[in-house]
């Protein structure tokens, strides 16, 4: 198997070699991902099936030299197998049948947590045992899946969320305490069926500004003591100053947005990833030729670096300067 990755996360690459994989490297931008996607009308329904997960992962992997696969799945599986039933609207993103803000003592169901979401389990085995590299499995973060569960899409006025949790504290931890719990049971099943690393996406976690630690760092903290120690995980926390809550952070392997300046981590006793805007795809071939050649010369001799995305791939986005940039990264790698 090709270890750079996983040799990275645990900051002992020493191969002069730049790991890397994209953030939403499977997805709509790319045409043999619409031509599934067209074929399905309901996301869920599609990534009920394993089989497609299956080969939604292979997709780019076929595509472009990567170090690592990401199972094709959604942070909004949780919500979804609690009975909140979540739809994806076109240009609106999820929305969901049921929330918080429209019904306070909403009830989630637990019954037959695990076995409703085995199919995502079965897709990591599927996608396992077609691989050679390294699988990263995913959840959001149980204050990123509260926020989906509150507005019952993505949030637009901060302002409420943060009312509704100073009127209702006790019941807001409840919830939370619960995600986490969840969400250990679901990382763990998502290991054991394959998994190298697990990522977890705060992508709501810059709503909290100085309340991050009390309302989402804790429970991110909670499910890394919970997990074996020898499983990576990495974590993703859209809009929050990383440097801010480094000394509360039981999670050493971060995946930065493209607002902070990652060279300022590099000699830390952590991992870094991530980082790149994913608009550099719109420069030319001999820009983006340039950028892996800068890219290699500052982080070839790390031993705690990961090249990819401050978020993720767009649908906008030419997978062909994708390619560029991934094949002279390529060719970088394999002097
Ligand atoms: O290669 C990969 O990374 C694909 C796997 C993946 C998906 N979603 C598939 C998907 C991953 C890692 C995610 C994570 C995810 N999902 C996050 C965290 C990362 C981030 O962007 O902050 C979040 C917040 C979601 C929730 C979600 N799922 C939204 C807001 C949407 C709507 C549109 C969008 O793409 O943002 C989705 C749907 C979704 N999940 C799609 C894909 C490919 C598009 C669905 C479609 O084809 O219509």
């Excluded at 890397?20 to 991902?33: D, F, N, S, T």
Aim: with cysteine.
């Amino acid at each position: 198997m090709n270890d750079n990755f996983l040799n990275a996360l645990q900051r002992t690459n020493a191969n002069r070699y730049v790991p890397v994989w994209l953030l939403r490297q499977a997805g709509r931008y790319l045409p043999e991902y619409r031509k599934i996607r067209a074929k399905n009308e309901d996301f869920f329904a599609m990534i009920k099936k394993p089989e497609v997960c299956c080969e939604l992962t292979l997709q780019p992997l076929r595509r472009f030299k990567l170090d690592a696969a990401i199972t094709f799945t959604d942070i909004l599986t949780i919500p979804d197998a609690l009975g909140l039933e979540v739809e994806f609207v076109k240009n609106k993103g999820p929305v969901f049948k049921k929330s918080f803000l429209q019904n306070k003592s909403l009830r989630l169901d637990q019954t037959n947590f695990l076995d409703r979401l085995d199919y995502v389990f079965q897709a990591t085995n599927l996608i396992k045992s077609n691989i050679d590299l390294p699988l990263i499995g995913f959840c959001g973060s149980p204050w990123t899946i509260f926020t989906y569960m509150f507005y019952g899409e993505s949030p637009k006025n901060f302002a409420i969320i943060k009312d509704y949790i100073r009127e209702n504290i006790e019941s807001t931890e409840e919830t939370l305490d619960l995600l986490t719990q969840l969400s250990i049971v679901y990382l763990k099943e998502q290991a054991k069926y394959g998994a190298d690393c697990l990522q977890i996406f705060d992508s709501w976690g810059g709503i909290l500004g100085d309340d991050y630690v009390k309302y989402s760092l804790k429970y991110i903290n909670e499910i890394r003591k919970e997990l074996p120690q020898n499983i990576p995980i990495i974590l993703y926390s859209r809009g929050q100053k990383v440097i801010e809550f480094l000394k509360d952070s039981d999670v050493k392997i971060f995946n930065f947005d493209s607002s902070e300046k990652l060279e300022k981590y590099i000699d830390l006793p952590l991992t870094v990833q991530g980082n790149l805007d994913p608009k550099v795809f719109n420069n030319s071939d001999q820009k983006l030729i340039s950028l892996a050649e800068d890219i290699y010369l500052k982080f070839s001799q790390k031993n705690n670096y990961i090249c990819n995305l401050g978020s993720g791939l767009t649908p906008d986005i030419n997978p062909e300067k994708v390619g560029t940039f991934l094949n002279h990264l390529r060719f970088l790698n394999s002097q």
